[in-house]
């Protein structure tokens, strides 16, 4: 009993966080050079090469960091992503954390997920750093209204806020077409928790690499590590929410899940490399005038189409 | 049995963040000083990073913990919308619409203006 509840999804978790961490890599290197970029090296091997190359190179220290802050941020994002990835459900008994509110938990990852990426630039205690926290912080607080209104409009077919509850209720008809807006709204807020292609503003390259532009060895590897283990950890909870999770004919359920989850994280970073990066003081009137009313449709969507059934 | 199941995740994730950091730097020296200056493309800078800086966008931080306050009337309100049916979309109703024309005020005053 101990071994299938809970010996079994921490080994499935620990080993999604570091096998999705490494084909969103190759994923991204392979979607780069099909769009025409110069083609650098192995995409299989290149992110083992630079990971290898960041253990050993010199940790690089400012003037007067916090430094235990400095340190603690990475590993807290990692710790954020793992969290995301035990919500997510990869078949009805294959669960991690099965809470009845795991919604809700989301919620607070993403939340929190603002205050270590502020940490990260606050603790380095350097101006283009600093810009880039600052930045962040509009990002975030911007889309997290997005994120919750959408979220809210999944469980409620579901009548509950534990995400099996939520793939259960999309037996019949998948999140995905039954509330349209909902999957494009959050995908926004994928590649803002990530602050991946078009919403990288906190360690955008005009900011010579924002809040990690002081970090350079391990720290910077566990960021770049943790940043893509947190697109995986979006890319489970999307999967689950919106395109039915583990249901579906043939496969088995785990399975399943991944093939929707790599679907998510192909559009994703296919995104991240097509469409160009926001202006940072326009991504806050975006989302506030123009994205959260359509989360507001998107619930009233939701709830109309909930009550009709 | 759940959170115990989380709670080791989390400090497995936590443990693996910070011993990749600590464990092959514990015998490596600090970079020299002129190596450790901020990089500003060139230039020095002469404050610390950390001053007192006006964060343009803070009206509409205030704006967010209304919203904020609002979910936490949601979580509960979508476990029983179905069960109340028109009843809820109606309260829901109300205090959305409310919430909508703060929005559109907070919008003419210039708050999602960050300039």
């Known amino acids: ?309 | 049995m759940e959170l115990l199941t989380l709670f080791i995740i989390l400090l497995f994730a936590l443990g693996a963040g910070w011993l990749v950091q600590w464990l092959p730097q514990r015998h490596s020296s600090m970079p020299t000083y002129p190596q450790r200056a901020p990089f500003l493309g060139g230039g020095s800078p002469d404050t610390h990073a950390w001053n007192r800086y006006h964060v343009r966008y803070y009206p509409m931080t205030l704006l967010l913990i209304a919203f904020e306050m609002e979910m936490m009337f949601m979580y509960p309100w979508a476990v029983v919308y179905v069960e109340e049916g028109l009843k809820a979309v109606m309260e829901m109703g109300m205090f959305l619409a409310i919430l909508s024309v703060g929005i559109v005020y907070a919008w003419r005053e210039g708050v999602f203006k960050w300039q």
């Open chain 1, 1 to 309: 009993m101990i071994l299938n509840e809970m010996v079994l999804p921490i080994i499935v978790v620990l080993a999604v966080l570091v096998g999705g961490a490494y084909s969103v890599a190759v994923m991204d290197r392979v979607i780069a050079t099909r769009l025409g970029a110069p083609r650098a090296g192995n995409p299989w091997l290149s992110p083992l090469t630079r990971g290898a190359w960041l253990l050993v190179q010199q940790a690089n220290v400012t003037e007067a960091p916090d430094g235990r802050a400095w340190r603690l941020a990475p590993a807290l994002y990692l710790a954020l992503a793992a969290t995301g990835l035990a919500l997510v459900p990869w078949s009805e008994t294959l669960v991690a954390t099965d809470l009845a509110t795991s919604v809700v938990l989301w919620g607070s990852v993403e939340a929190l997920a603002t205050v270590v990426i502020f940490l990260h630039g606050w603790s380095a205690n350097a101006p283009l750093a600093l810009i880039g926290a600052y930045r962040y912080v509009a990002l975030g607080l911007s889309y997290l209204l997005i994120s919750m209104f959408v979220l809210i409009g999944v469980a409620l077919p579901a009548e509950s806020l534990q995400l099996t509850q939520v793939v259960m209720s999309q037996e019949g008809l998948w999140n995905v077409v039954r509330q349209p807006l909902g999957l494009p709204l959050f995908l926004v807020v994928g590649l803002g928790m990530t602050f991946w292609g078009p919403l990288n503003l906190a360690d955008s390259t005009d900011l010579a690499g924002g809040t990690a532009s002081e970090v350079s060895g391990p720290p910077r590897l566990v960021w770049d590590v943790a940043r893509a283990a947190m697109l995986v950890a979006f890319s489970g909870i999307a999967a689950s929410a919106f395109l039915g999770g583990w249901l579906g004919p043939w496969l088995s359920g785990p399975l399943w899940m991944v093939v929707k989850m790599l679907a998510v994280l192909a559009v994703l970073l296919w995104l991240g490399r097509v469409v160009p990066r926001v202006a940072p003081e326009r991504c806050v009137t975006g989302m506030w005038v123009v994205l959260l009313p359509l989360a507001f449709v998107d619930l009233i969507w939701a709830g109309v189409a909930a009550l009709w059934q």
